[in-house]
């Protein structure tokens, strides 16, 4: 044994006397002397010796507290997919805030692009989802996302990666998105309740509605969920989670409803006064900012929501009471002139009343220009219209929703007799009647048309239906 060690190959050994004085050995760091690999298994020590070993490194390891979960990411890399107007608005308030974009459209917007920090245009599908974005964010039209989402070459993305769309109705999206993406694939359901004019000078306060519809359940994709909700947040955005199906329930009357009035008093073609003392300028506000957006997506609201149709009845219903209160109300006058009396017991007090209200009324009436009491009494119509659906103040309010809940208001405070007063005094009141009845019905019959044209289109494969010397969609 002793011979054995004395001839040992291993370099750097102690003679044989000093080895006998020392018990034990002196402990020797592996880092200063190396054991050559070559070295036989007598000269290695054994591995529950070892300070560095695996078995010391598992007592620590189960001694040591679990790392926290890392932050959430800073910034994203966002795919901007449909980058028209209101793509390029959000690309905006995205990029301040360090995220990168990447964007893509049918027109070439590279220029825009350009002028955008930490932004660029792909003119290809297939680059910018080889780029492999944290978030792809569907920004296209209602009536065009379905096809849109099509054309997306989804097998070039990451399996893990994010879909978001903004769309004004929720169901829709919904549903093409868990119908056409694959199962790994998270999707947020979002509704940012402003646009390039109404969130101009900041979000701050403004409405953004959002259903975190499937996200995977690892730190990663939660936090990249919590990263991108967060940009809305930093921007001082009132964030309201709710359902897809809650959001177009209430969205039928706070949008449909909006848009809906906003283009009827427009096809009325009504003159503002710049004097008007009566506060009823907000209503031309309103149909500046209906008529500012296309009749696109004034229809993906009525095709794509299916609360709109039953809310299209409702306001014709409505508007049909009015008129039969106010016939019925101008008949008990009349016939009280007449024979005295109303021949109705329960009209009489009403009939007698709105007569020495117009009896009054006409004559503070006489100076006020033609054009500001039509107005007026539109306005007021409207606001009869709106009382009998019995709208509500919601959560999600659009600033044109808010406008016509003030006139609701503001109606509530005015008499029926003034409302008569106003029908008897104008001239061509029963004229201002007839057009609004025109203008609510062509509406209406302008939106069921392209509905028409599309079953028509898909019954018959017809590429399409020429009306005033245009196809139409």
Known sequence: MLSTLASHPCTNRPSLPFLLRLSPPPFVPLSRHRLPLHSCHSCHASPSSLPNSSASLSLSQSNSKPHPPPPPPTTLKIAIIGFGNFGQFLAKYFSQQGHTILAHSRTDYSSIANSLDNTIFFKDPH????????????????????????????????????????????????????????????????????????????????????????????????????????????????????????????????QFLTHTVGRVLAEMRLKPNPDDSMGYDTL??????????????????????????????????????????????????????????????????????????????????????????GVHFVALTIGMILAKLGLKPTSIATKGYETLLKLVEDISSESFDLYIALFMHIKNSNELLDQLDISLAKVRTELYGRLHDILRRQLFDQPGIISNGRTRM
């Open 127 to 254: 680059d910018l989802c080889e780029s492999h974005p944290d978030v792809v964010l569907l920004c296209t039209s209602i009536l065009s996302a379905e096809k849109v989402l099509r054309s997306i070459p989804i097998q070039r993305l990451r399996r893990s990666t994010l879909f978001v769309d903004v769309l004004s109705v929720k169901e829709f999206p919904r549903s093409i998105f868990l119908e056409r993406l694959p199962p790994d694939f998270d999707i947020i359901c979002t509704h940012p309740m402003f646009g390039p004019e109404s969130g101009k000078y900041g979000w701050n306060g403004l409405p953004f509605v959002y259903e975190k519809v499937r996200i995977g359940d690892s730190h990663e994709r939660v936090s990249r969920c919590e990263a991108f909700l967060n940009i809305f947040k930093k921007e001082g955005c009132r964030m309201i989670d709710m359902s897809c199906k809650e959001h177009d329930e209430i969205a039928a009357e706070s």
């Open 284 to 373: 031309f506000q309103l149909i500046e900012n209906t008529c500012s957006d296309s009749f696109e997506l004034y229809y993906g609201l009525f095709m794509y929501n299916k609360n709109s149709t039953d809310l299209l009845d409702r306001i014709y219903a409505a508007y049909e009471e009015v008129k039969k209160d106010l016939r019925r109300m101008v008949q008990g006058i009349l016939r009280r002139q007449l024979f005295g009396t109303t021949g109705v017991g329960e009209l009489e007090d009403p009939a007698a009343r709105c007569e020495a209200f117009l009896e009054s009324f006409n004559k503070e009436m006489v100076d006020l220009d033609e054009n500001a009491t």
